[in-house]
RNA sequence: GCGCCUGUAGCUCAGCGGAUUAGAGCAUCUGACUACGGAUCAGAGGGUCGGGAGUUCGAAUCUCUCCAGGCGCGCCA
């Protein structure tokens, strides 16, 4: 309907200019065009669309806001496009105008959608060449991932969908942490405790080395015997020394293997492209900086003061960029990324647009670094940066998730248990009904049902709100739950298995009951979902949608009858069901979650 | 102390500067199964939108201020 919407736009604002000719010359005069402030009904009582603008002009124009109405009112009366379009507009209250679209207009329009594979989403017509770099997911290396990484991979999986079926070119990039003195501190571990795991692929797994990494850091922490020692594992291996090479590559390699039955679980595409990457450009950036003359040295370290944020003693705060044993840190590795993504190819990625999924926590360090980026000119025009946070995972008692001894949840255990919740509950349900279903349906479903709970709860909700994790709540049939949304699908589904034709003909429509125009005005307002939720963001948003887009058809559903309806009815409501199921299943791909026909 | 974020119904949350009724879901209560899967649908009760001030014709929404909570704050990432 964005068409459509636009279309009734031009009308309203040239009624406006028809209707106050003088008002709208002195407007263009001062660079700003009167508004009449279209905008969807805020109530179906009140139509499709209100005009809000008359009450604004009120005072400008010197006349009453109902007066204003009035004129745009009489001039939308001789607009025969518009008049095709719409039926006869209404004042109400102190001077808004609804505005109802004709049924025959709708079911233009829903014809039009029945045959659009896009389903009315525009693709973007413009920077399809530059492409935008989604950051997001990046676990460590020698690190199991955990609730933490949830989020951020769930959340820029569905972000990247988005602007994929936009036409964009996303590049989604795992920014792994998979280099810095924490290489130094396990190698020189292992060395003493498991010098094997360091020569042989496979000679341990990611479990044990999580409890190595563990003692490694405890004794890192307390020894400086060690701390030397690791320092200088860091230095051979950033000199390229061929065995600390290989033991790194060997770390990597068990981790990589690990986050991939992950990604796999959660049909997570990622290119890996870890802090390592950026290594050969680290120098560049600190020579840059300073040539710019942006680099200062305090207390041995090289840093950059940033404007406009305070340290604790009301300086500006100095962001390290060159540690004083002459390290390089995160905010390097972050500058010299940016730097690269924004550069054009071969030596860079070209990018328009640099898009970070990560915790609210790093917005300070964000700011810093996008600063830096731009005092140092490294964001070309027309390019953007973007920091898309977050809030924590928290668990039912407000805090921090952790499991009942206070430790980290592994992402593995997390989604283990949600599909073993799902499949006892799917057990439970086909021994009431004494439905009997083979064993690989049950872990079909209660796999598909799992995940896509998982993924459900934590997109519906707006992202930079911290989000508290319940099973039973995301698990929950009823409700704005992913079970829901695939229950309305399976019942889709069911009509056609039992013989009704989704494709039946759809050249001549038409449709009576209010149940069936309900759920056209939803079906059609899918592509201004899509619109707002990449220029926002907020896949919640497109969860709304869904999950009322699911509750109007249930009410169809459960209301009017489709199979025994007499023709033409019965091919026109076998239309709708067949678009719903399209919408729902292509909202639900975009949120990167699998639907089924039976559950 | 400074910075960022949050505060809306008993609970979990939506909410795009607009209509003298601020929306869902859960929970509670009342109804509806010889229609396509009742994993559903129809309805009811429940709110001084953290407090105060300001801008505006109009504020949950914008500004300021106070209160409460979370997170972060120079050589980890």
Same mark, same amino acid.
Request: aromatic content about 8%; some cysteine; proline content about 4%.
């Given at each position: 309907?964005?068409?459509?919407?636009n279309?009734?736009?031009?009308?309203?604002?040239?009624?406006?200019?028809?209707?106050?000719?003088?008002?709208?010359?002195?407007?263009?005069?001062?660079?700003?065009?009167?508004?009449?402030?279209?905008?969807?009904?805020?109530?179906?009582?009140?139509?499709?669309?209100?005009?809000?603008?008359?009450?604004q002009?009120?005072?400008?124009?010197?006349?009453?806001?109902?007066?204003?109405?009035?004129?745009i009112?009489?001039?939308?009366?001789?607009?025969?496009?518009?008049?095709?379009?719409?039926?006869?507009?209404?004042?109400?209250?102190?001077?808004?105008?609804?505005?109802?679209?004709?049924?025959?207009?709708?079911?233009?329009?829903?014809?039009?959608?029945?045959?659009?594979?896009?389903?009315?989403?525009?693709?973007?017509?413009?920077?399809?060449?530059?492409?935008?770099?989604v950051?997001?997911?990046?676990?460590?290396i020698?690190?199991?991932?955990?609730?933490?990484?949830?989020?951020?991979?769930?959340?820029?999986?569905?972000?990247?969908?988005?602007?994929?079926?936009r036409?964009?070119?996303?590049?989604?990039?795992?920014?792994?942490?998979?280099?810095?003195?924490?290489?130094?501190?396990?190698?020189?571990?292992?060395?003493?405790?498991?010098?094997?795991?360091?020569?042989?692929?496979?000679?341990?797994?990611?479990?044990?080395?999580v409890?190595?990494?563990?003692?490694?850091?405890?004794?890192?922490?307390?020894?400086?015997?060690?701390?030397?020692?690791?320092?200088?594992?860091?230095?051979?291996?950033?000199n390229?020394?061929?065995?600390?090479?290989?033991?790194?590559?060997?770390?990597?390699?068990?981790?990589?293997?690990?986050?991939?039955?992950?990604?796999?679980?959660?049909?997570?595409?990622?290119?890996?492209?870890?802090?390592?990457?950026?290594?050969?450009?680290?120098?560049?950036?600190?020579?840059?900086?300073?040539?710019?003359?942006?680099?200062?040295?305090?207390?041995?370290?090289?840093?950059?003061?940033l404007?406009?944020?305070?340290?604790?003693?009301?300086?500006?705060?100095?962001?390290?960029?060159?540690?004083?044993?002459?390290?390089?840190?995160?905010?390097?590795?972050?500058?010299?990324?940016?730097?690269?993504?924004?550069?054009?190819?071969?030596?860079?990625?070209?990018?328009?647009?640099?898009?970070?999924?990560?915790?609210?926590?790093?917005?300070?360090?964000?700011?810093?670094?996008?600063?830096?980026?731009?005092?140092?000119?490294?964001?070309?025009?027309?390019?953007?940066? @973007?920091?898309?946070? =977050?809030?924590? *995972?928290?668990? !039912?008692?407000?805090?921090? &998730?952790?499991?009942?001894?206070?430790? /980290?949840?592994?992402?593995?255990?997390?989604?283990?248990?949600?599909?073993?919740?799902?499949?006892?509950?799917?057990?439970?349900?086909?021994?009431?009904?004494?439905?009997?279903?083979?064993?690989?349906?049950?872990?079909?479903?209660?796999?598909?049902?799992?995940?896509?709970?998982?993924?459900?709860?934590?997109?519906?909700?707006?992202?930079?709100?911290?989000?508290q994790?319940?099973?039973?709540?995301?698990?929950a049939?009823?409700?704005?739950?992913?079970?829901?949304?695939?229950?309305a699908?399976?019942?889709?589904?069911?009509?056609?298995?039992?013989?009704?034709?989704?494709?039946?003909?759809t050249?001549?429509?038409?449709?009576?009951?209010?149940?069936?125009?309900?759920?056209?005005? @939803?079906?059609?307002? =899918?592509?201004? *979902?899509?619109? !707002?939720?990449?220029?926002? &963001?907020?896949?919640?948003?497109?969860? /709304?949608?869904?999950?009322?887009?699911?509750?109007?058809?249930?009410?169809?559903?459960?209301?009017?009858?489709?199979?025994?309806?007499?023709?033409?009815?019965?091919?026109?409501?076998?239309?709708?069901?067949?678009?719903?199921?399209?919408?729902?299943?292509?909202?639900?791909?975009?949120?990167?979650?699998?639907?089924?026909?039976?559950?």
């Amino acid at each position: 309907m964005l068409k459509l919407s636009n279309a009734i736009g031009v009308q309203v604002q040239n009624a406006l200019e028809r209707a106050f000719p003088e008002a709208t010359t002195t407007a263009l005069a001062n660079g700003k065009a009167l508004n009449p402030q279209l905008a969807p009904a805020s109530k179906p009582e009140f139509g499709d669309f209100q005009v809000n603008g008359a009450l604004q002009l009120a005072k400008q124009l010197k006349q009453s806001p109902r007066h204003i109405a009035l004129a745009i009112v009489e001039q939308l009366k001789t607009d025969e496009a518009f008049l095709s379009l719409c039926n006869s507009p209404e004042i109400a209250g102190p001077g808004f105008i609804n505005l109802s679209l004709k049924n025959e207009c709708l079911e233009t329009e829903i014809k039009k959608q029945l045959k659009d594979e896009r389903l009315g989403v525009p693709l973007t017509s413009q920077g399809k060449d530059k492409p935008i770099v989604v950051d997001f997911s990046s676990p460590n290396i020698a690190k199991e991932m955990h609730v933490g990484h949830l989020r951020s991979t769930i959340i820029g999986d569905s972000i990247a969908r988005i602007l994929e079926f936009r036409g964009y070119s996303v590049l989604r990039l795992n920014h792994v942490g998979d280099w810095g003195t924490q290489f130094g501190m396990l190698i020189s571990h292992l060395k003493r405790v498991a010098p094997s795991a360091l020569t042989t692929a496979n000679a341990i797994d990611l479990g044990d080395l999580v409890n190595f990494y563990r003692q490694a850091k405890q004794r890192f922490d307390n020894d400086v015997e060690f701390q030397d020692a690791s320092r200088q594992e860091v230095l051979k291996l950033q000199n390229g020394d061929s065995e600390a090479l290989k033991a790194w590559h060997l770390l990597c390699d068990q981790s990589r293997k690990d986050f991939n039955q992950i990604y796999k679980r959660l049909d997570i595409r990622l290119t890996e492209r870890g802090e390592s990457f950026y290594n050969p450009f680290l120098k560049n950036v600190i020579d840059d900086l300073d040539n710019s003359g942006l680099l200062i040295t305090d207390e041995g370290a090289k840093c950059v003061l940033l404007n406009g944020i305070s340290s604790k003693e009301g300086k500006p705060l100095p962001m390290i960029i060159q540690k004083r044993d002459g390290g390089f840190n995160y905010a390097t590795t972050d500058l010299a990324a940016i730097r690269y993504r924004f550069s054009e190819s071969p030596k860079g990625d070209g990018a328009q647009r640099l898009i970070y999924i990560t915790d609210a926590g790093q917005a300070n360090h964000f700011t810093g670094v996008f600063q830096i980026a731009k005092r140092a000119k490294w964001i070309p025009k027309g390019g953007h940066v @973007e920091h898309v946070p =977050f809030g924590l *995972v928290q668990g !039912e008692d407000g805090k921090k &998730l952790k499991t009942r001894s206070g430790e /980290t949840i592994r992402l593995r255990d997390l989604l283990d248990e949600a599909v073993g919740r799902a499949e006892k509950d799917l057990r439970g349900r086909l021994k009431e009904e004494g439905r009997k279903e083979t064993e690989n349906f049950i872990k079909h479903v209660s796999n598909t049902v799992g995940i896509a709970a998982v993924k459900y709860a934590d997109l519906s909700q707006n992202r930079v709100t911290n989000y508290q994790f319940s099973f039973d709540r995301m698990l929950a049939l009823q409700g704005n739950t992913a079970p829901y949304l695939l229950y309305a699908l399976v019942r889709i589904a069911g009509i056609a298995r039992k013989g009704g034709d989704l494709k039946a003909a759809t050249e001549k429509l038409e449709f009576n009951e209010h149940q069936e125009f309900s759920l056209i005005k @939803e079906l059609l307002r =899918f592509d201004e *979902v899509i619109v !707002e939720v990449e220029e926002e &963001l907020l896949p919640n948003r497109l969860c /709304t949608y869904l999950f009322e887009l699911s509750q109007v058809f249930n009410r169809f559903y459960d209301q009017v009858p489709v199979l025994k309806a007499n023709e033409p009815s019965r091919s026109c409501r076998l239309a709708l069901c067949r678009l719903t199921a399209k919408t729902l299943k292509l909202g639900m791909d975009l949120l990167g979650i699998p639907t089924l026909e039976r559950m």
